[in-house]
């Protein structure tokens, strides 16, 4: 009864049009009066205490950081690096997307802000290329969804806060399959594009290359920073949002210059908006998460995949297609915080690597970031691209489903997600 109560009640919020936030409190509440323990000082004090968390403090700077690097040029000489380097191929703009993303993701951690940047700067150019549109911003959008994977990652900084699991090891863990899902894109663009006529721009020269490199050194150099930092036990994931956030205002405002003081309050004011949106999001899931562990749910759902529970893979396998399913109708931050203190208890009593399992499950909430209907980073690619949410939907499909098979070989071979001792220090 208590299952029925928590997903009926949020459905139908969200039904009636109910921002999610709102929906989970109601959620909650609804879950309160069934156990007869409603009291408004504890959903308060839940509320509250629910964005009290210094880990928490790596998503507003790591969603500053993401507003800095496009508004200051980071991300354009990213850009520029790409199309110097593969540009020239057959249907090479399709790759320095690919590549463009993959570096942007270790920039800002953000599918939406990569998103918008690689749309604003590339799509435009592969249109006027003559590649077809809706593919071109198909394209963009399935890159996209690399930046919540590759870290540093918001999406692995949220769930490594429910879930309680080292942040740094989920950040090691997720590199090579970010990388992989974007091999997986680069195949699909170059079936697609095999029989295209289009004419690719001429070679860069060597001097070319190394001008583009130098131009963009000191926005790869943020991504080494991060790492090594991490994997050297220099800062903790959120003193390294603090140092990304610092680095590029830097790098945007006294060495390139394209970031004035006037724009910088703009900036300001866009990261702080997203980051309140956010917050609140997370402490309204906060609410719903300590009902659902007073109402032991988890036990309920341990018991409801108990056939399961012997095998692994067949366990990944369901888990991942009921994350699929709610992608398709609910954005990547609540279905992180609904389910994570819903299945961590199946994920322990099976006992699956939890680092493991964040990492999966981050991919598998990611790409439902571009799965219809809602998929808000369709929707971002749709509104910047100027293009109609059908075109993009359309286009994407290909991509949206290279990335799902790359995530299920992953469910077969676990390996390729382990981090061995070796690579990770305090």
Known sequence: MTIIVFIGSLLLAMAIGMPIAFALLASGVALMWQLDLFDAQILTQNLIGGADSFPLLAVPFFMLAGEIMNAGGLSKRIVNLALALVGHVRGGLGYVTIMAGCLLSALSGSAVADAAALTALLLPMMVRA????????GLIAATGVIGP??????GLVIFGVAANVSI????MAAIVPGLMIGGALWITWAWLVRREKIEPPPRKSVGEIWAAAREAAWALMLP?????????????PTEAAVVAAVYAFCVATFVYRELSFAELYKVFVGAAKTSAVVMFLIAAAMVSAWLITVADLPSKVVGLLQPFLDNKILLMIMIMLLVMAVGTAMDMTPTILILTPVLMPVIKAAGIDPVYFGVMFIINNSIGLITPPVGVVLNVVAGVGKMKMDDVTRGVMPFMLAEFAVMFLMVLFPQLVTVPASWFHG
Request: positive net charge; without cysteine.
């Open 168 to 171: 740094s090891k989920l950040f």
């Open 224 to 236: 080494i920073i991060i790492l090594v930092g991490l994997r050297m036990g220099v800062f903790t």
């Open 149 to 154: 994977v590759i870290p540093p990652s918001i």
């Open 130 to 137: 003559g590649h077809d549109k809706a593919r071109a911003g």
